[in-house]
């Protein structure tokens, strides 16, 4: 492999088109020389209906970007890295914490980089959020996380559907932030998982959590929010309020503004790869698809209303 990275990605879905596709153009180091999507032709690249037919009659590429529904990330990431490739698995890196394991072994074994991306944590304030918390005393930390699925997950009737996580696909932004800034380790305690009665997969949900030390976390996740979104972390310490909000772009501590900055995850994320793939390691850190996986395993039941997009 040369100096530049030579990426395809596989399913030019929502998220590609509006993260992938301009965080490439943005990053050194990589380029775009390929898309494989069962429908979408998108202008200007060599396209393919499936990975396999992108891998046989493909140009020279040197990892994928597997954008696909999680249910299908497993086969395909195995058949990456089986083929040379390196792997860059959007979030949520699959339906099932053991299905991770193997494509772990394989990546060492084919020394190539495995990449679970957690975009959130590239947001701008989690950072100088992680720092702050670090010399205070968390006394409590509440999360809401609330977004109206058909304006950001339009026609995707996949995360409805078994492994196809349900509020838990954004929810676990704010999982994957929550494990970043605070200290200790933490684990699931209780949930309640409401699930439409017309689908496979809750549209909200009420987590209560803690760690080590006792530390009370409540989060709520929810689907059916309409106008703006809320992505907030609050955590209350000894000293004041100290806030994330905008889903980790702005950090507030008391009235104090600290960081408000735009939206630049995915071009973080991709110099993280790049990086990755030069050095020869991989980085799949599974703590937040594990409390997912709890909260599913201990969540309590709720039938609420059928839900239509």
Not at 115 to 136: D, E, K, M, N
Not at 191 to 216: C, H, Q, T, Y
Not at 253 to 277: C, K, N
Request: aromatic share 6%.
């Amino acid at each position: 492999m040369g100096d530049l990275l030579r990426i395809a990605i596989v399913g030019y879905g929502e998220i590609a088109c509006r993260q992938h596709v301009p965080a490439i153009a943005k990053t050194s180091g990589v380029a775009l020389v390929a898309v494989v999507d069962p429908v979408k032709t998108p202008p200007g690249l060599p396209h393919f209906r499936d990975l396999q037919e992108l891998l046989r009659d493909g140009p020279e590429i040197d990892a994928v970007a597997l954008c696909t529904p999680p249910q299908v990330r497993h086969a395909q990431a195995a058949a990456a890295l089986a083929s040379g490739k390196h792997v860059l698995l959007e979030k949520p890196p699959g339906t099932t914490l053991s299905e991770l394991t193997p494509l772990i072994a394989a990546a060492q074994e084919a020394g190539r980089t495995l990449f679970a991306t957690w975009h959130s944590r590239y947001a701008a304030a989690v950072g100088p959020a992680r720092q702050l918390l670090a010399g205070r005393t968390i006394n409590k930390v509440t999360i809401i996380w609330k977004e109206d699925v058909r304006v950001w997950h339009p026609g995707q009737a996949w995360i409805f559907e078994v492994g196809g996580f349900g509020v838990f696909d954004p929810g676990i932004n704010a999982l994957s932030i929550l494990t970043e800034i605070l200290p200790r380790a933490v684990f699931i305690r209780s949930a309640a998982l409401d699930f439409p009665s017309n689908r496979e997969a809750p549209i909200a949900a009420e987590i209560e959590l803690s760690d080590a030390g006792g530390l009370p976390i409540h989060a709520e996740f929810d689907f059916r929010q309409t106008g703006s979104p809320s992505w907030d972390i609050l955590c209350e310490t000894e000293a004041g309020p100290v806030t994330l909000s905008k889903g980790g772009r702005q950090l507030r501590d008391g009235g104090r503004l600290v960081v408000d900055a735009p939206d630049e995850e995915y071009p973080a994320l991709y110099r993280r790869f790049v990086a990755l793939t030069s050095e020869g390691k991989s980085d799949v850190d599974l703590a937040p698809l594990r409390l997912v996986a709890d909260s599913f395993m201990l969540g309590r039941r709720r039938l609420v209303e059928a839900f239509e997009d």
